[in-house]
């Protein structure tokens, strides 16, 4: 009996679920990758043939990335509380930034959104210090790397980030912006992030590596690298935004 159809009555009552609204576009590659996780994870622990729930608000990279650039952090505030406000409107029972950069504002776009948002990186530090990491490395844009809005989770939950030396910060900052967001995965900027986590596993100690940008782990595919394990923040993320759905 259990393999019969679904009644239009079951079907009804089947697809009562709740409604994950991302804000995308920040960029397109992972946004993409996003999409595709939240639908592959959900599927893996509802065995019923239905299909998650989901809202994708695309917004403009360009706009948050110069933003973020000058430093214009209220209005980077202000411009994704409008947009997550319309993913409220398209009925998300709660949402995500689908990138890790934009999270600089996190704190206060929380505090006005209409919805409860996940954070990549809380999640991101859950998973670090479940793992026992007691000092981790971080790639990101610049503004990642640099900003504070990773530092100030991981120092509370007494985990040291390490982020690279100057030189090696241009280096991913610049494939992140000219290549990786554009959807250019080189094998020589392969190589060449996986250089920079070799210095850092000698020179700084480090027990695993933040790929904080989501389009990092779009080149750098595999778990670990030698001995250092890669803490995938997309993955991560997806994994609540599932548990939130089926919960």
Do not use: W
Not at 149 to 163: M, N
Not at 193 to 205: A, P, Q, T, W
């Amino acid at each position: 009996m259990n393999n019969l159809p679904l009644t239009g009555e079951a079907r009804t009552e089947r697809v009562q679920m709740k409604t994950v609204g991302l804000i995308g576009g920040l960029g397109p590659e992972s946004t993409i990758d996003y999409y595709k996780l939240i639908i592959e994870g959900y599927r893996e622990r509802v065995r019923d043939d239905s299909y998650p729930s989901l809202v994708i608000n695309s917004v403009d990279l360009s706009k948050v990335r110069d933003l973020i650039a000058e430093n214009r952090l209220a209005e980077v505030t202000e411009y994704l509380a409008a947009e997550v406000k319309r993913l409220a409107a398209a009925g998300a029972d709660f949402g995500a930034l689908s990138a890790n950069t934009p999270h600089v504002v996190f704190d206060e776009l929380s505090r006005l959104s209409p919805i409860p948002l996940i954070s990549i990186v809380e999640v991101t530090c859950e998973e670090a210090r479940a793992r026992g990491m007691k000092r981790v490395g971080l790639f990101g844009t610049r503004f990642t790397m640099q900003g504070r809005f990773y530092s100030d989770v991981f120092d509370r939950a007494g985990v040291t980030l390490i982020t690279p030396g100057a030189d090696e910060q241009d280096y991913i900052h610049d494939k992140y912006l000219n290549e990786l967001i554009n959807g250019t995965f080189l094998p020589e900027t392969r190589e060449g992030l996986l250089s920079i986590v070799e210095r850092m596993s000698g020179r700084d100690g480090i027990e695993g590596l933040i790929l904080g940008g989501t389009e990092l782990p779009l080149i750098l595919r595999a778990e670990k690298h030698g001995e250092i394990p890669f803490l995938d923040t997309t993955k991560l993320h997806v994994e609540e935004i599932v548990a939130r759905l089926v919960a």
